[in-house]
């Protein structure tokens, strides 16, 4: 099955068009089949989104939440969420001010604040360790 495209301009096409052609053309797989496939991942992941979300927000229990996303990810969340909230208070207690609440917005801002804890927190071992350990 072809995709459907303007083979006229090729450089009009939709980057849809365009993914879909090279998938094609690489995998030797029909639209079809690749478009099936594409559903079935972006459907998982957007599950997987939305659950790690609900957890966060703490709409889902926990046993919910090890159900949908297994008991790794759930408690990756849980590790990121104690982080966060340790930030906070610690933030909270030199600002001196009772509005900060943790707070999470989205998986992908837990994450990175997860990330840039870990970070810093291995430069602060890192640069804690004797030299001839290094």
């Known amino acids: 099955m072809q995709a459907v495209t303007d083979q006229s301009a090729p450089a009009l096409q939709h980057p849809i068009a365009q993914e879909l052609d090279f998938l094609m053309q690489r995998t030797g797989q029909d639209e079809l089949t690749l478009l099936s496939q594409a ?3 972006g459907l998982g992941l957007l599950y997987s989104q939305t659950a790690e979300q609900a957890f966060i927000d703490d709409v ?5 939440a090890v159900a949908a996303l297994g008991p790794h990810r759930v408690a990756e969340i849980e590790y990121a969420k104690m982080l966060v909230s340790r ?3 610690n ?3 030199v600002s001196c001010t ?3 609440k ?4 989205s998986v992908m801002a837990l994450t990175a604040q997860v990330t840039e804890l870990s970070l810093h927190g291995a430069e ?8 001839h350990c290094i």
Request: hydrophobic residues 30%.
């Open 102 to 105: 943790p707070r999470i917005v």
């Open 124 to 131: 602060t071992i890192y640069s804690r360790l004797p030299r």
């Open 60 to 64: 889902l229990t926990r046993a919910e």
């Open 39 to 41: 559903m079935r991942l």
């Open 87 to 89: 930030t906070n208070q």
């Open 91 to 93: 933030r909270s207690s």
């Open 98 to 100: 009772s509005r900060i």
